[in-house]
């Protein structure tokens, strides 16, 4: 019989990382995969903006595949783009993900108004990319209408011109990901 699941993915109508329980039921999780379906890869989506408490580094360990957000390399473009709540700080952010096995790094690229795709927004975020080292990096554009007026859309060219640039200066494997008619 052919393997129907591929993966198991934790997600969620906000940050799943935040749930009280999370490494409890992550590692719960795991036992019951390894148990019925080990072939199966674990992974996450998550905005990272937990990644640096200890228990949350710890319970990333049960995922194959913890796709982790990094839209911005300094704090400016970071509160430009995502908008976090105070108490988070991209330089927490960096460090844990720098902790994360087997990290994937998922990016959204956007330009106009408030842009990660070129000038000092676009270094500082090669920059972080290059220290954290992670195994790959997916990066795509918004596809839907944004809440912020001013805020573009960058077309699959740009895409697949600046994962060619962040190949080219990192060494990194770079995934461009856009709708397809």
């Known amino acids: 019989m052919k393997n ?5 993915t934790f997600s969620g109508n906000g940050e799943a990382t935040l749930h009280p329980q999370f490494p409890l039921i992550a590692s719960g999780v795991r036992r019951l995969r390894d148990e019925l379906r080990p072939e199966v890869k674990l992974t996450i989506l998550s905005n990272s903006s937990t990644v640096h408490w200890p228990h949350i ?3 990333l ?6 796709i982790m957000k990094l839209d911005a390399g300094d704090a400016r473009t970071l509160t430009g783009l995502n908008r976090p709540a105070p108490a988070v700080r991209l330089e927490r952010i960096l460090e844990g993900l720098k902790g994360v096995p087997g990290l994937i790094i998922q990016s959204v690229l956007v330009d106009g108004r ?3 795709v070129r000038g000092e927004a676009f270094e500082a975020w090669l920059t972080a990319l290059a220290e954290i080292r992670p195994g790959r990096v997916q990066i795509y554009s918004t596809d839907r209408p944004v809440a912020e007026a001013g805020v573009e859309r960058v077309p699959p060219s740009t895409l697949e011109r600046l994962a060619r640039e962040v190949v080219q200066r990192t060494g990194l494997r770079v995934d ?3 709708a397809r008619a």
């Open 4 to 8: 129907l699941i591929d993966y198991l």
């Open 57 to 59: 580094q710890e319970a």
């Open 61 to 66: 360990a049960c995922f194959e595949a913890p």
């Open 114 to 116: 408030v842009t990660n």
């Open 176 to 178: 461009a990901y856009w």
